[in-house]
C-alpha cells in the first residue's frame, strides 16, 4: 500500500515505525506533559479535573447498572445521547441543551419499571441502533450547511472523543457546568448511599417495608442520564460502557462488601482516567480508547490479583 | 386486636383475577399460613397485602397500629442476590432503612437494632463475611434478621424453607415459632409445606380457584376442603 511518500511499505515496516514513534513519545512523554501542566494553556488541566469527576461519576453508578444487568442500558443511553446531540447540531442549539433533556426523559423511560415495555434487550439493541442511525443520517444531510466542515471529524469526535472537539477543548464554562452536575451526582449518591444498596440489593423488600422505589428509580435514571451525557465528553458515546463496566468488574473481583467495591470502583476508575488522559496527551494518541485500553489492563490485573490470591488461599 | 382485615377482596394482574371472594382477619399474636397449589394466587395475593399492587375489588383494613413501614418480609432470594457483594452487616442493616427518612447514616440504636438481632439468629459471628459466600439456610437467617430489623409487629414470610435441607428447614421453623410465641411477632408465611403449616400455625387460609377457605387449624383439619387438600398432599408425598 503506498503511504504519504509515494513509497510502498510493508507490515513489518508500519509495525517498526508505529513502534519507534511510540518509543519516541514516551521518551518525549516526561518532558511534554511538564511543558502540558505548567504551560500557559489551560487544557490539560482541565480536562484532568473534569475527567477525574466524570470517571468517579461512573463508576458510581456503574456499581448500580453492573448488579443489576442493567449495563446495557448505560450502552443504550450513550447512543441516544449522541443521536440528540446531533440533531443540537443541526438546530445549531448548545449540545447539551438538548442531549441532557432527552437523555433523562428516556432513562427514566427505561428504568421506570419492571412493566416497563423497553426494558428487554432487544428493545435496547433496537433503541440503540436508531438513535446512532437517525445521528448520522442528519449529520450528514445537514454537513453541506452547517459550519463545520469536517464531517468524519466531527462524528468520530462524538464517537470515539477524539482529539478534536474532545475533553482537551473544554472551556472554562463547560468545565463549570460539568463540575456542577458532576458534583450533583456525586453528593445525591452519597447522601443516599445506603437507600441505593437497600433497593439495588431487593428492590421488593425495599418497596414491601416502605422504601418510595419509584421515586428512586427515577432518581437514579436522571443521575445516570446526567453521566452518560457528561462521559460523552471524556470517551466519546460508543466508548461510553467502558467506563461504566470496568472500575466495578475490577472491584468486585477484590472486594466482597458493597461499601469495598464502590469505594474500590472509584478508585480505579480515577486512576485510569488520569493515566489515560496523561498517556494521551503526551502520546497524541485519542484520549477515548487510550482511557479505555487502560481500563482494560486495569481489569487484566485485576483478575491476575484475583488469580494469585486463590491459589495462596488454598 | 385486629390487624388487618381482607373482605371480599380479589387479587389478580392486568386485570384478570387470580384468587375471588377472600375474606379473613389476622390478629395481633396470629400465626397464620396461606396454602395453595401452584397459581391458585399465594404470591399475588402476599404482593397485594404487602401493597406492591392493588386489589381488583373489596376492601383491606390496616389497623392505624400497623404502618406500611413495619412490615417485615422475607422475599424469594432473586438472581442478582447470589453474586451481589455485600457482608451480613450491609443487608441486615438495611432492614433499618424504613424508619431512618432522610437521615443518610444508620444510627446508633439502628446499628444496635442490627446486632441484636444477628445475635439471636446466630449469625453475629458471621456479620463481616460475605452474604454471596453462605450456605441456603444462612443466607435465609440473614434475611430474616433484616426483615425482623423492619417489624417490631408484623412478618410475612414468601416460601422461607425453599431449597433449604430438611434439619435447616426444622430449625427455621422452629426459630420462626419462637419469635411468634416469645416477641408476639404476627406471623403470615406463605408455604408449599401444608405438614409443617398444620404443624406450627395457628390458623391457615387455603386459596384455590373454587373457593377459598380460612379458619383455625384444628377447624381446617376437618372442614370439606382442608381435608381432600391435606389428604392430595398426602398421597402426593408418599
Known sequence: MPNQHGASLTTWDSIRLVASKLREGFAGAPEKLRELLTGQSNMLRFALIAGVLIALCAALLGVTLVLKRYSLIGDGLSHVAFGAMTVAGVLSIAPMAVSLPVTIVISVLLLRGDKAKLKGDSAIAMLSVSALAIGYLLMNLFAPVSQSSNLSADVCSVLFGSTQKSILMLTAKDLLLCAILALVVIFVYSFFFNKIFSVTFDETFAEATGTHVKAFRVLLAVIIAITIVLAIRLVGALLITALIVFPTLCALRLFKSFRGVVACAVVISVLCAVSGILLGAALGTPMGSTIVVVDLTAFLLCILIDAVKGVFVK | ?238
Open chain 2, 1 to 238: 386486636m385486629e390487624l388487618l382485615r381482607f373482605e371480599d377482596v380479589s387479587v389478580g394482574y392486568e386485570g384478570k383475577p387470580v384468587a375471588e371472594h377472600l375474606t379473613f382477619t389476622v390478629n395481633e399474636g396470629d400465626y397464620l399460613c396461606i396454602v395453595g397449589e401452584n397459581g391458585a394466587g399465594k404470591s399475588t395475593l402476599m404482593k397485594t397485602l404487602l401493597s406492591l399492587r392493588a386489589p381488583l375489588q373489596g376492601t383491606i383494613t390496616f389497623s392505624p397500629a400497623l404502618k406500611k413501614n413495619e412490615i417485615g418480609y422475607l422475599p424469594q432470594q432473586t438472581e442478582i442476590q447470589r453474586d451481589f457483594p455485600a457482608t451480613v452487616t450491609e443487608v441486615v442493616r438495611s432492614g433499618c432503612l424504613n424508619r431512618s427518612g432522610l437521615c443518610p447514616i444508620y444510627t446508633k440504636a439502628q446499628r444496635k437494632t442490627a446486632d441484636d438481632w444477628m445475635e439471636r439468629l446466630g449469625i453475629l459471628p458471621l456479620r463481616k463475611k460475605s452474604y454471596r459466600a453462605l450456605s441456603g439456610g444462612q443466607q435465609q437467617r440473614v434475611l430474616l434478621a433484616r426483615a425482623l430489623c423492619a417489624t417490631k409487629t408484623l412478618l410475612v414470610l414468601d416460601e422461607p424453607v425453599a431449597g433449604l435441607d430438611p434439619i435447616v428447614t426444622a430449625d427455621l421453623y422452629a426459630l420462626i415459632k419462637r419469635l411468634n410465641t416469645e416477641d408476639h411477632l404476627t406471623v403470615i408465611m406463605v408455604s408449599h409445606d401444608i405438614a409443617a403449616a398444620l404443624t406450627y400455625a395457628d390458623h391457615i387460609l387455603q386459596v384455590a380457584h373454587g373457593g377459598c377457605y380460612f379458619g383455625t387449624t384444628d377447624a381446617y383439619r376437618t372442614s370439606e376442603p382442608g381435608s381432600q387438600f391435606i389428604k392430595r398432599a398426602g398421597e402426593s408425598n408418599a
